[in-house]
């Protein structure tokens, strides 16, 4: 069978499935699934060199804002 963002498992009911990739330098970008939808990737061209955060309504599961922060140049 297969579970929400390609995780191993199904999560328990009233919990929330993520994942997350950290991506490797510039060859592959980070990424983050939230209930099997893509928040942020190369793909969807928003994401950026450093930290990649999501913001998500912990209730709701609702997309609240993306951002990245670039811890490199400061």
Do not use: W
Request: glycine letters at 10%.
């Amino acid at each position: 069978p297969r579970h929400k963002c390609g995780n191993q498992k199904s999560c328990p009911q009233n919990y929330f499935a993520f994942k997350i990739i950290s991506g490797a330098a510039n060859v592959v970008g980070p990424s983050i699934c939230f209930e099997d939808l893509v928040l942020m990737s190369s793909i969807k061209n928003n994401i950026g060199r450093g930290l990649n955060i999501a913001l998500v309504n912990g209730t709701t599961g609702q997309l609240l804002k993306t951002d990245s922060f670039d811890m490199y140049s400061g």
